[in-house]
Nanobody, 121 residues
Framework: QVQLVESGGGSVQSGGSLRLSCAASGYSFRDYYMAWFRQGPGKEREGVAVIGNYISTTYTDSVKGRFTISRDNAKNMLYLQMNSLKPEDTAMYYC???????????????WGRGTQVTVSS
């Protein structure tokens, strides 16, 4: 049974940092592309960052230079380091696993339940 469990969310002030983690189990982690998505209040779920099997990464424009996605295939873990956080980063953050390297929501087969990030000004 595939499981993706996010952790590390919380409340921070503008300019602060958080590190999100996603623990994966029940499938061959290294064979899947992994991504972070987020959904803010009243907004569509959007792709934030995707990482390939090794070092390839892609970010949505609004987080470039502030967020870093990484993975540890030995530990079946996905991470998102978020620096210089802004109020507009407030959202539920989800990790996802899929077979296509994409920031499109429909490219992903498996989803976690999310972890809340709240950034106050």
């Amino acid at each position: 049974q595939v499981q993706l469990v996010e952790s590390g969310g919380g409340s921070v002030q503008s300019g602060g940092s958080l590190r999100l983690s996603c623990a994966a189990s029940g499938y061959s982690f290294r064979d899947y592309y992994m991504a972070w998505f987020r959904q803010g209040p009243g907004k569509e779920r959007e792709g934030v960052a995707v990482i390939g099997n090794y070092i390839s990464t892609t970010y949505t424009d609004s987080v470039k230079g502030r967020f870093t996605i990484s993975r540890d295939n030995a530990k079946n873990m996905l991470y998102l380091q978020m620096n210089s956080l802004k109020p507009e980063d407030t959202a539920m953050y989800y990790c996802a696993a899929g077979n296509v390297y994409s920031l499109r929501r429909d490219a992903y087969n498996y989803w976690g339940r999310g972890t809340q990030v709240t950034v106050s000004s």
